[in-house]
């Protein structure tokens, strides 16, 4: 007589007709049911980003031993990743359209062949020297909390709803952004407008928030098209839904290639609250019809608000 097998549930619950969360250990073996059918019958990925059961837990194969942008994060703070859910790859917030229409034909007159921006430019808005791959900016002297006896100011949670930057014309409403099916974050559907990841805290939050912009769109500036303008020292506030502003004060801004996007120190967990503004910048690439670098500037609480 042959003797039953025993399986592990990941491989159990394949054999039921109707699954549902309970029946997976961990986020992992939730994910690896959801991948084998997209069309997602059993509903374990609810809010269709591409995730199944997020509130399950990790096996614990994450690297939850990262650190903060400024060096200072002491890994995995509170028992739980503060990024719920890390995003693939870079951010790509470009389309490319006014490429097509405009650039090229400039470019053939020119002879510039480096576009600083992270979607698709005009020539009248085209800067001819972009910033060298790397820190674009930065300084150790902030007026900004530090690493002082002093704890870090912090804030409860709330949606963000305002974005305002005045040293470069910044001031637009918020939308949320989640996941796209392949894992990557998803990005505002044109220029005028930011987005706010909303796997990561909320600004003001313990943790890295995330915003993200596009640098240009259909031959306009977008709304960071000067993310790389900001320095150290520069203030970035956020108008929240409960009626407070989480005041932010930038400690450095850099350009990293996308195939080399710092994932830890934008979305590993760190010791203070921070907020990442992301957009795209570097050369634009025709084949890819995408830019090849992204702008990360990176800010911390300096003063929570009442409305």
Not at 14 to 27: E, G, I, K, P, R
Not at 254 to 267: C, L, R, S
Request: charged fraction near 25%; proline fraction near 7%.
């Amino acid at each position: 007589m042959a003797t039953a097998a025993s399986f592990p549930i990941a491989a159990t619950a394949l054999a039921q007709d109707d699954l549902n969360c309970s029946d997976f250990a961990t986020q992992e073996d939730a994910q690896a049911e959801y991948e084998r059918d997209t069309s997602d019958p059993h509903g374990l990925d609810r809010d269709k980003d591409g995730v199944a059961c997020e509130e399950l837990r990790s096996d614990g194969t994450g690297d939850d031993d990262s650190t903060d942008a400024e060096g200072t994060g002491d890994g995995n703070i509170g028992g739980e990743n503060q990024v719920g859910v890390v995003p693939e790859g870079a951010v790509d917030t470009g389309d490319g359209s006014a490429a097509n229409n405009n650039v090229i034909g400039y470019l053939a007159v020119s002879g510039l062949a480096l576009l600083l921006g992270g979607c698709a430019v005009d020539p009248e808005v085209v800067r001819s020297e972009p910033t060298a791959t790397g820190v674009v900016a930065e300084s150790s002297s902030v007026a900004a909390p530090s690493s002082s006896n002093a704890p870090s100011p912090l804030m409860p949670e709330s949606d963000p709803v305002r974005l305002r930057v005045p040293s470069i014309g910044v001031d637009t409403s918020l939308m949320e952004l989640g996941l796209q099916r392949d894992g990557t974050m998803e990005v505002p559907p044109d220029g005028e407008i930011a987005g706010w990841y909303t796997k990561a805290p909320t600004p003001g939050e313990l943790g890295p928030a995330v915003i993200a912009a596009h640098v240009d769109w259909k031959g306009d500036p977008g709304t960071f098209y000067e993310l790389d303008e900001l320095a150290p020292g520069d203030g970035v506030s956020v108008e929240r839904q409960d009626g407070t502003t989480a005041k932010f004060v930038v400690t450095k801004v850099e350009q990293h290639p996308k195939d080399a996007f710092p994932t830890d120190a934008v979305y590993g967990d760190i010791d203070h609250a921070g907020l990442r503004l992301i957009t795209c910048g570097g050369d634009f690439d025709e084949e890819a019809r995408s830019y090849r670098d992204n702008i990360i500037a990176y800010a911390r609480l300096a003063d929570p608000q009442s409305g």
